[in-house]
């Protein structure tokens, strides 16, 4: 009877320390879990950080860009504007010019075209058979149309007969050339000479052009340079 007692008693404390390890297991399997739980949380609240981030810059550079984008689109605008209106000056300049001319033809009046260009600033040519851009004019009729271009340095005809062209050049210094010529579509038509000592040379010519001709006065040599003010560029209109 005592030996069942004691085996019953030990089979109990068996048990009790089963269940005591199978509830420390328990706990630790839990506390684990938490823990990889927190863990795993962390990590998972560190990439939503990292998204936001790179969303963050991303949306700013999309946001660069779009100004980019807005700031090109109001210039090509405004420079189209621009073109327009040049364009739809250049068409009122040119009806005004044929109604002139018109009239003009039909009175028997011949139209005054000339102008009178001057150089405002020594000019040094950077190559062989530059234009020389006479960059000041007096003169330029009929008024407020292109014939003279400041830019080009050349005279377009507007209306075609027989033109006189006078052009005057001075040398710049001691021991400086300048040979010019003048030239038609490319052509060359006439030349002259100015050398050493602030000399000066001029020199014209009597040509026909055609609507649409151009004229300019060009340097022979790279390095050749023209003297201010006293270099000049002038043509008029004789006759049909």
């Keep these: 009877m005592l030996i069942y007692v004691f085996k019953t008693e030990y089979s109990y404390f068996n048990q009790a320390v089963m269940c005591s390890l ?20 962390d990590q998972d609240l560190e990439y939503l950080k990292l998204k936001v981030e790179q969303l963050s810059v991303l949306s700013q550079e999309n946001h660069q860009k779009i100004q980019r984008l807005e700031n090109l689109y109001t210039r090509e605008r405004n420079e189209r504007l621009s073109l327009e209106k040049s364009l739809s000056d250049l068409q009122y300049s040119h009806h005004r010019t044929a109604t002139t001319l018109a009239r003009d033809t039909r009175t028997g009046h ?32 009929p008024t407020r149309h292109i014939h003279y271009n400041t830019t080009t340095g050349k005279y377009t005809c507007l209306l075609e007969g027989f033109y006189f062209f006078s052009w005057a050049t001075g040398a710049t210094g001691q021991g400086s050339s300048a040979e010019t010529s003048l030239v ?16 000066s040379s001029s020199s014209s010519v009597i040509l026909h052009l055609d609507n649409h001709d151009t004229v300019w006065v060009r340097m022979k040599t790279k390095g050749s340079s023209v003297l201010r003010d006293v270099s000049t560029f002038t043509a008029f209109r004789l006759s049909d």
């Design 184 to 199: 038609k579509n490319g052509d060359w038509i006439g030349m002259q000479v100015a050398y050493d000592s602030y000399a």
């Design 22 to 41: 199978i509830l420390i297991f328990l706990t630790s399997l839990v506390t684990q879990t938490r823990s990889d739980g927190v863990h795993d949380k």
């Design 110 to 141: 011949m139209p005054v075209f000339a102008f009178h260009a001057i150089l405002s600033s020594d000019f040094i040519a950077s190559q062989d058979n530059e234009v020389v851009p006479f960059d000041f004019v007096s003169a330029d009729y």
